[in-house]
């Protein structure tokens, strides 16, 4: 079974320019979760999805970044314009439902740099 | 304030020992807590969750506790293995909030 595949692995952008992250969950996992992970610290929730729905997006700054699931299952996460400190490691996840009990299962996580 | 810390940044242990990693938190209530292993450049993979109501939880060399009391957690790898080597991170389920993840611990198992 394949996991949570997100692109670009990797991103380099200078400051003020648009960024997209992708994200595709594993089948059948009706929650989506996107954090923000810092060198050194723990991932930050951004925003979580219940299917289309976003259920929670208080810690998503949403003077710069928007996020969307289309049709439930694919996600992209945008920001513009990029700011230097948004530098980091922009992880997905997903689980099974939304029962918070559900493992989550991460993918590999898309490492931006603003210069 | 809410704060989770983890022991310190990172932790040098002796192959075949047991390491012991702590999980402490401030001003929450959380109805379970899960640990997950990051290795470099990859994202976090869970290992074990364990609930408010549940003092001690196994899986294989893994052991983990959950003193509400004391508002920690420890988890522990028993006759640890060069391959154990990893950042490991506690998270908690804050009731009516959503996870929050600590700092994470970076362990070196030496050989």
């Known amino acids: 079974e394949a996991g949570v595949v997100q692109s670009p692995r990797y991103k380099i952008i200078e400051k003020k320019q648009p960024v997209a992250f992708w994200c595709n969950p594993i089948s059948g996992h009706n929650t989506l979760y996107w954090y923000l992970q810092n060198l050194g610290q723990g991932p930050e929730l951004l925003i979580r999805y219940e299917n289309e729905e976003a259920v929670d997006d208080s810690q998503l700054p949403k003077d710069r970044f928007s996020a969307e699931r289309l049709k439930g299952v694919d996600s992209t996460l945008k920001i513009q314009p990029a700011e230097l400190g948004d530098s980091a490691v922009y992880l997905c996840?997903?689980?099974?439902?939304?029962?918070?009990?559900?493992?989550?299962?991460f993918g590999p996580g898309t490492r931006l740099t603003v210069l | 304030s809410q704060k989770i810390e983890q022991n310190s940044e990172a932790l040098n242990i002796q192959e075949g020992k047991t390491a012991t990693l702590t999980c402490n938190y401030t001003n929450y209530s959380p109805a379970y807590l899960q640990w997950y292993r990051q290795d470099p450049g990859r994202g976090p993979v869970f290992l074990l969750l364990?609930?408010?109501?549940?003092k001690e939880k196994r899986k294989e060399r893994l052991k983990v506790t959950f003193d509400t009391t004391l508002k920690q957690s420890l988890f522990h790898i028993t006759a640890s293995q060069p391959a154990d080597s990893a950042t490991y991170l506690c998270a908690l389920y804050n009731y009516g909030q959503n996870f929050v993840f600590g700092p994470g611990t970076r362990l070196s198992v030496l050989p």
């Open positions: 996840a997903s689980s099974l439902g939304p029962n918070l009990y559900n493992e989550q299962f």
């Open positions: 364990i609930r408010e109501n549940e």
